[in-house]
């Protein structure tokens, strides 16, 4: 499984990257990981970049 990375690496407050949505922890430990365990990071990921992308949306309200 490839990265999620798109090439956007910039951490929030919360060490989250505000491109793939990954935790600081989770992309540096991402090439030790299984094939379950990056699919549960992918997962993990997406739901935070619909969080950020819901909370960036009321900011801007």
């Known amino acids: 499984m490839q ?5 956007q690496c ?8 505000v ?6 922890n ?3 430990q ?3 990981y299984s094939e379950k365990q990056r699919n549960d990071v992918n997962i993990l990921s997406q ?5 950020m992308a819901l909370k960036n949306q ?3 309200e």
């Open 19 to 24: 491109g793939c949505g990954r935790q600081l």
């Open 26 to 28: 989770e992309i540096m």
């Open 30 to 32: 991402w090439l030790s």
């Open 47 to 51: 739901g935070r970049l619909i969080k």
């Open 3 to 7: 990265t999620p990375c798109v090439q």
């Open 10 to 17: 910039t951490l929030n407050m919360d060490d989250t990257c």
């Open 58 to 60: 009321r900011n801007s």
